[in-house]
């Protein structure tokens, strides 16, 4: 693709400034459209397309270049990067945007260089049954599949193990751990990736996309049993699929394996063909929201670290939802414990998370200087890996520090605008992404705030660099003097005293880190919220409307490194707990079943982990529960801690000592055993906000940030409602005020004069009203009330003014809106709830009618462009609220329990797996183990030894 104008015709990769970002959305850029066997003899039609031009128009674009026969109907087929996989476009999708989405390698693959065949549009026909026509290849190549499988079948054709492979690794003659490597691998030296053992799928990551995701394939495993067909991602989805129809039943799948073995990608895979299956090539409105949620969470939860260049920090669960006929309906994504520590510090040859990256290159002037930009080197957060390489090779700086900051082939500029566009498809408006940015300016800024010993004699702090602290104020809009007293003292009470008690110098380091790291957790938290708002269905807030779904879980995999701490800890549990549900599944269930049916078996011994797990978590003794109670014990240390589980435990064939006097602890887990160092266990299993940062940021005059603070999604929206109808109301008031001014030369108190000369006004274009009117003709239909009874201290708004009206084109509500979403409101019944409601009186009314009237009338007024976003209600919030309840990290980070001490965060992480365990546990699973191929990431090299040592290889499930 090429953009025209606007001067940067090397593609969509060098736009990154938001001056460029305007021009942007006005270029015009070159399609190509491969039309294939529809045009022989044509290799693609250059079609000139904007951002907004739709898919439909693209086509006739095409056709008319092309010529072709236009009876016929026809669909543009984005094919993107995992081997010719087709996502078949809706007539109202935007190629450009879609191709806004595609990696820079793509676009400049595409502007000539060769090789970039990967990314590209094809048109396609489709057939009078909706299904898509393939140019009789594709039935060809069925019936060659078919046929051989027949052959092989009578004897004909010689079968798959002459060629010395097994598809499923049960088959083997015998099992050992030699015959299971020589099969993986002489399958792997095939490009054969999957193999199954029983109905386990083995993935071999590959390094290298293969051709296997084609429509093809989609179609080659709809409705097989598995085994039927070569080992295939594409048969567990299909086959979860077809057994949540037949027995309408929950299905799960579960991915496990180490960093970099390809969990990700597989969850990608699984997600696309879930949507893909019920939606006969065309993506929905969930699979739109699923492509754009990607991106976003892949930003913030993601980051480089030695073993993955893009390794998921955070865990989660995807769960499809469907309809009873089997089309889907919404999702819903779970996260599970973000790292944290990474967001302060990161070892050697590691990154931050992606954002703050693709922030710092991608910003335009303008954002820079409201945000206060600096380079990345410049900033404690990000720079401490460049720091350690410079006391390395101080004469080679340049060359390190660039190293440090890109990875090969990245393009960060473009990535974020790639975030940007991904963003605006789940629905956050220019202003939510403004506020999300400033928000990650200020967590780096804070951490550039150094502390010094005030004097040699006292323990008293300052603040080395206090031309800091102007800029943090500005941008989280709290006050100067709040921010510095909450950074270098603490309040206490002691017998009815208020006692301010100034931090020692490692305990101020710990306070900013901490405010930084509970200020980016609590928006990762906000992130996933609306992210699962944007995906949530009308029908799921029914109660009798029946849901099917099929989860799939990506969660982090066993870790064990040279420094273990309290987060390897916790995931090495979460994968415990997994491994068990796995036993229980694959042996214990089954032989029970075969037991019961009188059919001689012969048990099988595994490793039954019940008694690792029970040392962990089982009440009261447990390891955690010791972690607990020692952590609200002000007097006691890591060292205490070490000493309870001694006590404890000594015996136990789960737990050792190690021999020396070293502060750590050695657990036998399932897949081996690892060693924890118990240094600072107790506070980071405390790691909440303090009270005083809470009430910093409580105070700030930035709604978003507040609304970060708010632990109740729906008590904030309606603050929200409220404070936009003030909003309105004043503005409308004073800006009529002014021009009476204006027109008379004297105050005009009546509010007939405003309404006589309104018409002409402009303030009421501005998207902040336009939103507060809709927001208060939503108000008016749903009969709120205006006067409150009481006025309570706000809790602020969570969403910010910008993001309550965000709505989906779907909604098809105007100002004056009815059925779609504004129908559900007002039978919603949530406002007859609320206690102190809010009423809108007939003046007012009024008022916002006229004030409608006038903006609708205006010929200059442009309908906001429609976003895939569904309108924020109470009902929802609510629903989604309960949803999450187990999850309280956000409210315990805020430190909102007022009289119970918040949860620990292995208690919410526990309440969490507990939660999972429960949504599993109703689920039939299936398992999917992913292997690296290779520590180096080379493409399709097997290397034997990291293949066998893998947690996920099958001697070590089986
Ligand atoms: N099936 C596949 N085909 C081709 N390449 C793959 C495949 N699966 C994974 N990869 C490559 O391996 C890289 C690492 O995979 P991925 O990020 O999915 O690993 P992961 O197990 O999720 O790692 P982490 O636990 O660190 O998040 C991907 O960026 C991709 O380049």
Known sequence: MSARDGGHGGGIGGVGTLGRRGRYEDSEFTLRIYPGSLAEGTIYCPVSARKSTTAAEAIERCLERLRLDRDRCYVLAEVKEFGGEEWILNPSDCPVQRMMLWPRGALEQRSGSGGGEDYRFLLRQKNLDGSIHYGGSLQMWLRVTEERRRMTERGLLPQEEVRGDHADLCCLPELTERSLLDNLRSRFRQERIYTYVGSILIVINPFQFLPIYNPKYVKMYDNHALGDLEPHIYAVADVAYHAMLQRRRNQCIVISGESGSGKTQSTNFLIHHLTALSQKGFASGVEQIILGAGPVLEAFGNAKTAHNNNSSRFGKFIQVNYQESGTVRGAYV??????????????????????????????????????????????????????????????????????????????????????????????????????????LSAILHLGNIRYKKKTYRDDSIDICNPEVLPTVSELLEVKEEMLFEALTTRKTMTVGERLIVPYKLAEAGTVRDSMAKSLYSALFDWIVFRINHALLNNRDLEESAKIFSIGVLDIFGFEDYENNSFEQFCINFANERLQHYFNQHIFKLEQEEYRAEGISWHNIDYIDNTGCINLISKKPTALLHLLDEESNFPQASNQTLLDKFKRQHEGNGYIEFPAVMEPAFIIRHYAGKVKYGVKDFREKNTDHMRPDIVALLKSSKNAFICGLMGIDPPATFRW??????????????????????????????????????????????????????????????????????????????????????????????GWNGRGGRQGRLSSSGSNTEEDGGIFVNSTSSKLLERAHGILMRNKNYKSKPSLPKHLLDVKSLKYLSNLTLHDRITKSLLHLHKKKKPPSISAQFQASLNKLMETLGQSEPYFVKCIRSNAEKLPLRFNDGGCARSPAYPCSVA
């Open 334 to 439: 779970e996260k599970y414990l973000l790292e944290k520590s990474r967001l302060v510090y990161q070892e050697h040859n590691e990154r931050n998370y992606h954002v703050f990256y693709y922030l710092l290159a991608g910003a335009s002037e303008e954002e820079r200087s409201a945000f206060h930009l600096k380079k990345p080197e410049e900033y404690h957060y990000l720079n401490q890996m460049t720091k350690k390489v410079l006391r390395l090779h101080w004469e080679n700086y340049y060359e390190s520090d660039a190293d440090c900051f890109t990875v090969e082939g990245e393009d960060l500029k473009h990535d974020f605008e790639r975030l940007q566009l991904a963003m605006e498809m789940v629905g956050f408006l220019p202003a939510t992404r403004k506020q999300i940015f400033s928000l």
């Open 720 to 813: 929200a409602v409220l404070r936009a109808f003030f909003r309105a109301m004043v503005a409308f008031r004073e800006s009529g005020k002014r021009h009476v001014h204006r027109k008379t030369g004297h105050d005009a108190a009546a509010p007939c004069a405003v309404l006589c000369s309104v018409d002409s006004f402009s303030f009421l274009h501005h998207p902040v009203h336009q939103r507060s009117l809709e927001i208060l003709q939503r108000c008016k239909e749903e009969k709120y009330s205006v006067v409150r009874k009481s006025l309570r201290t706000p809790l602020s708004d969570l969403q910010g003014s910008n993001t309550l009206n965000e709505k989906s084109p779907r909604d098809g509500v």
